[in-house]
């Protein structure tokens, strides 16, 4: 069972869920403390879960059963990688930073078991070992410069993430227009470090936000997370290629597809933005079917509100999806109207641009 979050003495806590040890989900006042943390004024409990390869194969072996290029990972160095299927769908995504010594792989908390059990599954004769350290890891965020400096911590942090998704990393590939990219200016960063060290940044007065605060930024800035996947998605309908995905590294597990799906073909869904109406002060939840002539077209994976562009949200639709269609969804019996931002194009992929060759018998006129 996990501890209570070190945040949960600060005044107005109100938690995430009803999980033991959840961290905020705000302090009761989401979009003051939403602004504090843009600004890299403020620090935000993720709660994430943390896993830990140790052993001299440790790198080389997870080069070969994940989507991102590790073989050779310098020390302190971050990147992200994905475990898929044998069909390309994403099954586990972890942030990734090796500190010489062990790997440390940071995931959504309830996807941390899963994980630690696929690895152990997969570790056959080679030299690495697996532990789940979600119950005795805290992960702090922040963007740009630690705003904990001047808190005397009795431990410094484990190792500390820097999130890549402000470009394409190499090896990687981004079907969003690059120019004026929403995620260019995303400067997350996550510290792990040991509740004591948790407990003693909540201790301060530094400011905290929650993690409605957190998730409203993710979304404005096209972040994909764990949390917008499903059973059928692969990395091209999230642009995950773009930070996730080395597509020159050799071969994994289900690098058949996301190689032919880049080279070929086109992926059969897209993530978009929305932007909801807000007028009658509703927000759709997650799982939220998104309809266009009283036909589904896709499915709401993230909401929330943001201080600047107010009601938004992530939707994986259909690709075919007119980009310039008003779509709605309901909330609380109310029909919410939305409009779409691309983020995924319909033409993303094939980018061999190799010639369709006539049909068999077919006349040419």
Same mark, same amino acid.
């Given at each position: 069972m996990?501890a +209570?979050?070190?945040f949960?003495?600060?005044?107005?806590?109100v938690a995430?869920s009803?999980?033991?040890?959840a961290?905020?989900?705000?302090?009761?006042?989401?979009?003051?403390?939403?602004?504090?943390?843009a600004?890299?004024?403020?620090?935000?409990?993720?709660?994430?879960g @943390? @896993?830990t390869?140790?052993?001299p194969?440790?790198?080389?072996w997870?080069?070969?059963?994940?989507?991102?290029?590790?073989?050779?990972?310098?020390?302190?160095v971050?990147?992200?990688?994905?475990v898929?299927d044998?069909?390309?769908?994403?099954?586990?995504?972890?942030?990734?930073? #090796?500190?010489?010594?062990v790997?440390?792989?940071?995931t959504?908390?309830?996807d941390?078991?899963p994980?630690?059990?696929?690895? #152990?599954s997969?570790?056959f004769m080679? *030299?690495?070992?697996?532990?789940?350290?979600s119950? #005795?890891?805290a992960?702090?965020?922040?963007?740009?410069?630690?705003?904990?400096? #001047?808190v005397?911590?009795p431990?410094?942090?484990?190792v500390?993430w820097v999130?890549?998704?402000?470009? @394409?990393?190499p090896?990687?590939?981004?079907?969003?227009a690059?120019?004026?990219?929403?995620g260019?200016?995303?400067t997350l960063?996550?510290?792990?470090?040991t509740?004591g060290?948790?407990?003693a940044?909540?201790?301060?007065?530094?400011?905290a936000?929650?993690?409605l605060?957190?998730? +409203?930024?993710?979304?404005? +800035?096209?972040?994909?997370?764990?949390?917008?996947?499903?059973e059928?998605?692969?990395p091209?309908e999230?642009d995950w290629?773009r930070?996730?995905?080395?597509l020159s590294k050799?071969c994994?597990?289900g690098?058949?597809t996301?190689?032919?799906?880049?080279n070929?073909?086109?992926?059969?869904?897209? @993530?978009v933005?929305?932007?909801?109406?807000g007028s009658?002060?509703?927000?759709?939840?997650?799982?939220?079917?998104?309809?266009?002539?009283?036909?589904?077209?896709? *499915?709401?994976?993230?909401s929330?509100i943001?201080h600047?562009?107010g009601?938004?949200?992530l939707a994986?639709v259909?690709r075919?999806?007119?980009?310039g269609?008003?779509l709605?969804?309901?909330a609380?019996?109310?029909?919410?109207?939305?409009?779409?931002?691309?983020?995924?194009p319909?033409?993303?992929g094939a980018? +061999?641009?190799?010639?369709?060759l006539?049909r068999?018998?077919?006349? *040419?006129?």
């Amino acid at each position: 069972m996990s501890a +209570a979050s070190a945040f949960a003495s600060r005044d107005g806590f109100v938690a995430a869920s009803d999980a033991p040890g959840a961290p905020a989900a705000h302090f009761g006042n989401p979009l003051g403390e939403q602004r504090l943390l843009a600004r890299g004024r403020a620090v935000v409990e993720l709660g994430l879960g @943390v @896993v830990t390869v140790s052993g001299p194969d440790r790198l080389s072996w997870l080069n070969s059963i994940t989507s991102q290029l590790l073989l050779g990972l310098e020390p302190g160095v971050s990147t992200e990688t994905l475990v898929l299927d044998q069909s390309g769908r994403v099954e586990h995504a972890a942030r990734v930073v #090796d500190d010489g010594t062990v790997t440390w792989l940071l995931t959504e908390r309830d996807d941390a078991a899963p994980l630690a059990a696929w690895l #152990d599954s997969m570790r056959f004769m080679l *030299r690495v070992e697996i532990a789940d350290r979600s119950a #005795d890891s805290a992960t702090i965020g922040w963007f740009g410069s630690a705003p904990f400096a #001047d808190v005397d911590l009795p431990e410094t942090p484990a190792v500390e993430w820097v999130d890549p998704w402000s470009s @394409v990393t190499p090896g990687g590939w981004g079907y969003a227009a690059q120019e004026a990219h929403a995620g260019s200016d995303w400067t997350l960063r996550i510290a792990v470090v040991t509740p004591g060290t948790a407990s003693a940044i909540a201790g301060s007065d530094e400011p905290a936000a929650g993690l409605l605060a957190y998730e +409203a930024l993710r979304i404005a +800035a096209w972040r994909p997370s764990l949390s917008d996947v499903d059973e059928r998605t692969i990395p091209h309908e999230l642009d995950w290629l773009r930070s996730a995905v080395h597509l020159s590294k050799g071969c994994y597990r289900g690098q058949e597809t996301v190689a032919k799906v880049h080279n070929l073909g086109h992926p059969p869904r897209r @993530v978009v933005l929305l932007h909801l109406d807000g007028s009658d002060g509703v927000l759709p939840a997650p799982g939220t079917p998104v309809v266009l002539d009283e036909k589904e077209v896709g *499915r709401l994976s993230a909401s929330g509100i943001h201080h600047e562009l107010g009601p938004i949200g992530l939707a994986v639709v259909k690709r075919s999806l007119d980009p310039g269609a008003t779509l709605t969804l309901t909330a609380d019996d109310v029909v919410v109207s939305a409009t779409q931002e691309v983020i995924v194009p319909p033409g993303a992929g094939a980018t +061999a641009n190799v010639p369709r060759l006539p049909r068999l018998g077919a006349v *040419r006129r």
